[in-house]
């Protein structure tokens, strides 16, 4: 069982910025791929972005690449998700979430989630 804190979020203008924290209760270098979800009422849920806990490896949905970025810190066992250039559409529940990976990606939908954090964009 991986117990997942989500934590950041808030509101910001559009073109700001935001960092979503995600403190996982195994090492953040565990064979499992760590990432971050999306929904709004609206939307289905989206897949924004997630790492791979061995190597490091990372990958984006097209909507938010380039402009976010996932990092791990070891000293605090933390990943983060900064998101840059922030547009009103980005605006959504985000989730972190791990579960199994294979090939580099997800093998299925994640297994563990997070309790959420909201993420407000206005202009």
């Known amino acids: 069982q991986v117990q997942l804190v989500d934590s950041g979020g808030g509101s910001v203008q559009t073109g700001g910025s935001l960092s979503l924290a995600c403190k996982p209760s195994?090492?953040?270098?565990?064979?499992?791929?760590f990432g971050w979800f999306r929904q709004t009422p609206t939307k289905q849920r989206e897949a924004v972005g997630f790492?791979?806990?061995?190597?490091?490896?990372?990958n984006f949905a097209d909507s938010v690449r380039g402009r976010f970025a996932i990092s791990q810190d070891r000293s605090n066992n933390t990943l983060y998700l900064q998101m840059n250039s922030l547009k009103s559409e980005d605006s959504a529940m985000y989730y972190c979430?791990?579960?199994?990976?294979?090939?580099?990606?997800?093998?299925?939908?994640?297994?563990?989630w997070g309790q959420g954090t909201q993420v407000t964009v206005s202009s």
């Open positions: 790492i791979y806990g061995r190597t490091s490896r990372t």
């Open positions: 979430a791990a579960g199994d990976c294979y090939g580099g990606t997800w093998l299925g939908s994640p297994n563990y």
């Open positions: 195994v090492d953040i270098d565990s064979p499992y791929c």
